[in-house]
């Protein structure tokens, strides 16, 4: 009777989320970091991949579930894989990211990356953590709900869509080159969906991603922007997307002809097959970029088709005639933030949007460009023969050469850390209005952390500047989702700008773009005790500095610390 009545208990409090279910499955997985020579526009190269695959395996568990991902390092690289949108809930151990969290794992070594999935359902993904390896060392990472869709429409099936970036080159030479000279990357030589760039590149008919679907099903496509430094535009001619969740967040759905998504970013949206194709049975799907950078961008577009299944008098790939007219125009930042402002949390009964609508703490973070003049031992070949980097707050991140998770854990005192991160720019000046060029564009080194305690409401104001050029960031949040409450072009004003927030459902998620020449004020719980970064998802600026390290410290209650680290946790 008793352990019936126990484990009735338990189920209620599994049923309302404060408990993991006990028969909670594990899933393991096995990575294999390894080389792979992979052939893209009659280019071939040797690939960084997991398993010998690019892009790497699809993670597919269950809301609930224990995970297990042994990672074994066969290459003479050091490396780490990061759940990218897992919240990790005090196993930042298994989160990733190269000396915030963890020491790399090096080349013959094995780390077994171990945490729960609670409380989150829909498409993240995972991909590498360390330099510029996350250009071909990604794949999705699937939570299956527990519940059924909140949307009644029966999907035919699931659809995951990886957008990403191709070097002719090697990448690792691409960034060496870039930390060598202060200068921007060489820009990429295709987008790709799922791997292929699509036939309008040279040698790339084979290489063309091609789904069938049958007409009157929907299906649910599962799109992740895995491009290193590219916010990109993605359409499907002649085919209304229906946008149903982000970043792992069920969203109030709404049709659009295209979406915008950031590096980082995961959205899925519904399509049902309802055209009426001509003779060839296709239609074109297609990306680009959102172009607001000022350095040398690739310009390219990616294509892949629809195919519908049935009859059709030309059975092979046409070569594409017209790109989709939905498909935005690079510059189209209009189209960028309508696009944003329609996404809404579902906010429902079952899937409540726990937005803070008091906040214990504001801390107004600038992201910039910046220039320093160029060493009299080097070359520089950035702008003014100086040398590029990129700061917030005036902070330029530098990485420690240790776990910074673990000194805070084991209460090592270094020096190479300390946790005064400003929370207000050094200097208050007009951010979106300066001068791009004239201005003193130093800034500062080092690893400055923002410490906060356990549960605080915090709230953070991104705000872009001029330095350079104004640019769309998307700032990527580890460990914690946060809530957009507003957007805006030109400076935050602390006064005004508050009083039109949205604390009743806006979208929830882990990467945000912040607007070019504007803000984005986002809110979040630091419920999760640990240390975590926030960065840049385009990997030329984390490179140059644009990050910093949140801490949450631990709370009281038993539930609110982190737990201790696995016995294989790698050292330095
Ligand atoms: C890739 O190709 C190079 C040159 O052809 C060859 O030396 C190398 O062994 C190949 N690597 C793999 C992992 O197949
Ligand atoms: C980058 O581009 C320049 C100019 O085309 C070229 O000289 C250089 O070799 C490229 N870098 C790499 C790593 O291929
Ligand atoms: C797709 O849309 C274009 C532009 O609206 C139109 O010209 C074309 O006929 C449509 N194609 C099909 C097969 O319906
Ligand atoms: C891309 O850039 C190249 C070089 O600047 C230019 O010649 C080409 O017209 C551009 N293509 C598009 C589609 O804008
Ligand atoms: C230039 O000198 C500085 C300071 O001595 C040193 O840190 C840096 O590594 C040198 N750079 C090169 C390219 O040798
Ligand atoms: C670190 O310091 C805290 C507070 O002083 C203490 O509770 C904790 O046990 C220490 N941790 C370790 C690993 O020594
Ligand atoms: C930190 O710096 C201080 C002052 O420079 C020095 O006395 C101390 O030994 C340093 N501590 C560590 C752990 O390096
Ligand atoms: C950033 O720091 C550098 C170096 O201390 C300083 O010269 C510059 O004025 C600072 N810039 C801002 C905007 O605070
Ligand atoms: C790998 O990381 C370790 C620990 O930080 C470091 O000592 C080593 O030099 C790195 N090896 C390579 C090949 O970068």
Redesign the pocket.
């Known amino acids: 009777m008793g352990s019936h009545y126990g484990s009735l208990i338990l189920g209620l409090l599994v049923l309302a989320g404060i408990l993991p279910s006990s028969s909670a499955t594990t899933r393991r997985f096995q990575f294999n970091v390894e080389w792979k020579n992979v052939t893209r526009l009659c280019h071939t190269k040797q690939l960084l991949t997991v398993n010998g695959k690019y892009p790497g395996p699809t993670i597919n568990v269950n809301e609930g579930d224990n995970v297990e991902i042994k990672v074994r390092n066969s290459v003479a690289r050091n490396t780490t894989i990061h759940w990218h949108g897992v919240r990790q809930l005090r196993t930042g151990w298994a989160d990733g990211p190269a000396y915030v969290t963890q020491c790399p794992i090096q080349g013959g070594h094995t780390y077994t990356y171990k945490f729960t999935v609670v409380g989150q359902r829909g498409t993240l993904w995972w991909h590498a953590h360390f330099s510029w390896q996350r250009v071909s060392v990604h794949g999705a990472f699937i939570i299956n709900p527990q519940m059924p869709f909140p949307f009644s429409t029966p999907v035919q099936a699931e659809i995951p869509i990886l957008l990403g970036e191709w070097w002719n ?2 990448t690792e ?2 960034e060496m ?1 870039m930390m060598l000279y202060g200068d921007g990357p ?1 820009a990429s030589d295709a987008y790709t969906i799922n791997g292929l760039p699509g036939s309008i590149y040279p040698c790339s008919n084979k290489d063309t991603f091609v789904q069938a679907v049958e007409r009157g099903k929907t299906y649910l496509l599962r799109i992740i922007n895995a491009a290193l430094n590219q916010e990109l535009f993605f359409t499907v001619a002649n085919h209304t997307l229906t946008v149903v969740e982000v970043d792992a967040v069920y969203t109030k759905p709404f049709r659009t002809t295209a979406i915008m998504i950031t590096p980082g970013q995961t959205t899925n949206v519904l399509l049902t097959a309802n055209q009426f194709p001509d003779s060839t049975g296709m239609f074109v799907m297609a990306a680009r970029p959102y172009l607001t950078s000022v350095f040398p961008f690739d310009n390219s577009t990616t294509i892949g088709f629809l195919k519908y299944k049935g009859t059709f008098t030309k059975q092979i790939i046409s070569p594409y005639t017209s790109l989709p007219r939905t498909l935005p125009r690079m510059e189209d930042t209009t189209f960028a933030s309508t696009f944003f402002k329609k996404l809404r949390s579902l906010a429902s009964a079952e899937y409540p949007c726990n937005v803070p609508k008091r906040i214990d703490k504001r801390v107004i973070v600038t992201i910039s460009l910046n220039l320093q003049d160029c060493p009299p031992n080097e070359t520089c070949k950035g702008y003014q023969g100086k040398r590029f980097f990129a700061s917030m707050n005036n902070q330029s991140f530098v990485r420690p050469t240790m776990s910074i998770l673990e000194c805070h854990y084991r209460n090592l005192s270094t020096n190479a850390t300390t946790s005064d991160f400003p929370d207000k720019p050094p200097h208050a000046f007009d951010y979106t209005g300066v001068d791009p060029v004239t201005q003193n564009m130093n800034t500062e080194f080092g690893t400055k952390l923002l410490a906060v305690p356990y549960g605080t409401k915090l709230e953070i104001v991104l705000q872009d500047t001029g330095f350079l050029n104004v640019e769309n960031h998307p700032i990527h949040v580890h460990g914690h989702n946060f809530f957009i409450v507003a957007k805006g072009f030109g400076n935050f004003n602390a006064a005004k700008d508050p009083a039109r927030y949205n604390l009743v459902d806006p979208q929830e998620r882990n990467t945000v773009a912040v607007p070019v020449g504007g803000w984005a004020a986002i809110r979040l719980n630091a419920d999760n005790p640990g240390v975590w970064f926030i960065h840049c998802h385009l990997e030329e600026h984390t490179t140059w500095g644009l990050a910093m390290g949140l801490i949450v410290k631990s709370g009281q209650g038993p539930s609110q610390c982190l737990l201790p680290p696995p016995n294989d946790f790698p050292s330095c």
Request: hydrophobic share 15%; net charge negative; charged share 50%.
């Open positions: 080159e090697d030479m691409t080159e060489n």
